[in-house]
């Protein structure tokens, strides 16, 4: 399995923006799918989105697409959430998760993914 940390979590007012990201250990980090999720307080942890290991392809949810862009640095061994208007219904716990190497199988569940980090707190104010 991969080791992820996630960063960048905070506070933020409604209508604002805030990058996550999440550093990887290992040296083939350009081969897991990675995917952002979140969980709120009661809630089951959702997909946020995910990025393909294969082609980069993305894939959003709907309550987040066109506000939320996904992205990764192979090279930096690191995978970006970055969230603009960003609305109170946001707030919640954020994940970073990482599948199997050269996994090509379905990437919308969580129980699609390996490897998790210990989650980053993002609040937004109304």
């Known amino acids: 399995q991969v080791q992820l940390v996630e960063s960048g979590g905070g506070l933020v007012e409604a209508g604002g923006s805030l990058r996550v990201s999440c550093a990887a250990s290992?040296?083939?980090?350009?081969?897991?799918?990675m995917g952002w999720f979140r969980q709120a307080p009661g809630e089951e942890r959702d997909l946020v989105a995910t990025?393909?290991?294969?082609?980069?392809?993305?894939y959003y949810a709907d309550s987040v697409k066109g506000r939320f862009t996904i992205s990764r640095d192979n090279a930096k061994n690191a995978v970006y959430l970055q969230m603009n208007n960003l609305k109170p219904e946001d707030t919640a716990v954020y994940y970073c998760?990482?599948?199997?190497?050269?996994?090509?199988?379905?990437?919308?569940?969580?129980?699609?993914?390996?490897?998790w980090g210990q989650g980053t707190q993002v609040t937004v104010s109304s």
């Open positions: 998760a990482a599948t199997r190497p050269y996994y090509s199988g379905s990437y919308y569940y969580p129980q699609n993914f390996e490897s």
């Open positions: 990025i393909r290991w294969s082609d980069g392809r993305t």
């Open positions: 290992g040296r083939t980090f350009s081969s897991y799918t």
